[in-house]
């Protein structure tokens, strides 16, 4: 089982939609988790981060963690054109440097 | 000055050449990172400078070879690579290594080896 699972998509959905990226993890002592977002051939740039269990908001953009059932999201209010890019989550344990990354999803957004 | 620059851009070369790879930061940050990130595929951790020490070398063949030479720069060392290896090769920094330090990415250098 891999450490971090993410459906790769591709998701296409129009503009103005609700969109919900999700990943799962195995690894109990990951307290970190990370959404980055990588537009086509950049590097990932860092959009939301969570400690522990809970639920982040920053614009139009919220972050969840479920640490029970080990299950991270991403929420996109009123999705844009400019949000179509590849979102990879990414998770750590405290005190590491490591990140692991799940496999990204890809996301059109259409006008 | 808040980025990470890589240079090349872009990067090809043959089986037998020596290159190497430069990223710098000028954020003070004291931990910096390097990964391979193939199409389609996320980033894979390869090595962790901290405070300037190796860290983390994620059993990285030796035709790879890291350096950090101070504070802001590092470098990746490329020699007698194989196709295989082509790949956009990332490098990042954060502030420090625990108990969470946000790591900011650069743009990468896209390398092509024929």
């Known amino acids: 089982q891999k450490e971090v699972e993410q459906d790769p998509g591709p998701l296409s959905v129009p503009e103005g939609a609700i969109v919900s990226l999700n990943c799962t993890y195995s690894n109990s002592a990951f307290q970190y988790f990370m959404w980055y977002r990588q537009y086509s051939r950049k590097g990932p740039e860092l959009l939301m981060y969570t400690y522990s269990s809970g639920n982040k908001e920053d614009g139009r953009f919220t972050a969840q963690v479920d640490k029970s059932s080990k299950y991270i999201s991403l929420f996109i209010r009123d999705s844009q054109p400019s949000d179509s890019a590849t979102y990879l989550c990414?998770?750590?344990?405290?005190?590491?440097?490591?990140?692991?990354f799940g496999k990204g999803t890809k996301l059109t957004v259409n006008p | 000055d808040t980025e990470v620059t890589q240079t090349p851009k872009h990067l090809v070369m043959g089986m037998t050449n020596k290159k190497s790879l430069k990223c710098e930061q000028h954020m003070g940050h004291r931990a910096m990172y390097w990964y391979k990130q193939k199409a389609k595929k996320p980033p894979e951790l390869m090595f962790v400078?901290?405070?300037?020490?190796?860290?983390i070398n994620e059993s990285v063949p030796s035709r790879f070879s890291p350096e950090c030479p101070n504070s802001s720069l590092l470098n990746l060392h490329l020699h007698a690579l194989q196709p295989e290896d082509s790949a956009l090769y990332l490098c990042?920094?954060?502030?420090?290594?625990?108990?969470?330090?946000?790591?900011?990415f650069g743009p990468g250098t896209r390398l092509t080896v024929l």
């Open positions: 400078y901290s405070y300037e020490k190796l860290s």
């Open positions: 990414a998770v750590s344990q405290g005190g590491s440097e490591k990140l692991v």
């Open positions: 990042a920094s954060s502030p420090g290594t625990g108990p969470y330090n946000e790591q900011f």
